[in-house]
């Protein structure tokens, strides 16, 4: 017999004591903060039990809708409200394995893949029965409705689809094929049949994934935005720049271009499987140097092959001392401090938290018109284009706005912390569901 799981029935009391002790955690700093959080729930009667949650992703890497769970776990390790688990559907080791460890988490490595779907099936049902989570929070799109097909009976009655990815990731994913594609359809209805809830990033995500915020019934849909530590982001640039421009043998006139995001396969802006346009965005910062010679830019993002080939064409051209590829960083506060403007040419976002955090940052962006309109927190910071624009005109326009006048960089760091996108509002967010859904 598979043990029922238990439902989660969280008192405003204890809401009020999580947003009180979160806020404290994350924003005042002081030295007794976990002390407090932990004697403010301990004062509750009964003391509540942890909501248990299994996170499922595919590797706790550099990704925007990773980076999100480590600030959550971050955020609720010390007061022991929420205990957060990951089953890593790569079943590969990530660059924040040891810290999640460290803060409570187990992780659970299975592959989910065709030709490892026995052990897959096997596995997953094994982790659920043992383990008993009050909550599933799946973040792999259409695929969540195939693993929770695949754990009936042994789901909690909390099942999350969560979506991130741009319907780009769909269409290069799953249309190279009618059995691929219908694979995909499948995952979409079962998601529907058996998620009490689906959340994305952005409105815009959901409705090109087919699921309508604005319609209510089951599964409930609803935006829930990824959130980021405010405190990591807006320093003042002037030490963090300096050392930037050290580690790069910069001189101090130089205009910091910078762009985040993994570093895409084809090196031809028209090919329309390009997410981020990194080669766009490579000669967009090329046909700025022409203009203007003390422009600089910093690629960051994964993709060795990708890096490799660029940087042939960046030796032929003359310019390895003026643009640099730098690989996977976790830094990105310090190089945000240090930057004139974040390029982000995108040609599809489910969101574009990397704008969100250069406007914490004090940043301005320059981003393509296909970015979802909802990040924009610091209008006076967010610039965008057409795609269709020509290079030329990109140039031109990023050199216009190195020359403006940046808006107070606290006023900047106040609108992102009273926005959604404030860790402790996303985190205050999901609590609603965990401790809500299907009472």
Known sequence: MIPKAREVRLKPKVLEVYSRSAECSLISNCSNRTKSVNSGISDISPDPEPIRVLQVIDTLGMGGAETWLMDLLRLWSPSGLVRMDFLLTSGNLGLFDEEARRLGARLHYLKYSRPNLREFFT??????????????????????GWHFLLASGTM???????????????????????????????GKYLVKLRAAHVCGTSRDALKRYGFNPDVPGRPKVSVVHCGINVDKFGTQSGQERASVLREFEWASDAKIVLFAGRLDAALDYTDLSNHKNSWLALNIARAAIDKQANVRLLMAGAGDASRRAMERHILQWGLGDRLRLIGVRTDMPRLMAAADLLLFPSRQEGLGMVAVEAQASGLPVLASTAVPRECVVVPELYNTMSLQEPIGHWAAVLLQILDKSRPPLEECRRAVQKSEFNIVNSARRLLDIYGSARR
């Open 156 to 186: 909690p009655r909390i099942r999350v689809t969560h979506v991130h990815n741009p319907w780009l990731h769909i269409e290069t994913n799953y249309s190279v094929n009618v059995t691929r594609k219908l694979i995909a359809r499948a």
């Open 123 to 144: 596995r997953f049902r094994n982790i659920l029965r043992e383990e008993r989570y009050d909550v599933v929070h799946d973040h792999q799109d259409y695929a969540s």
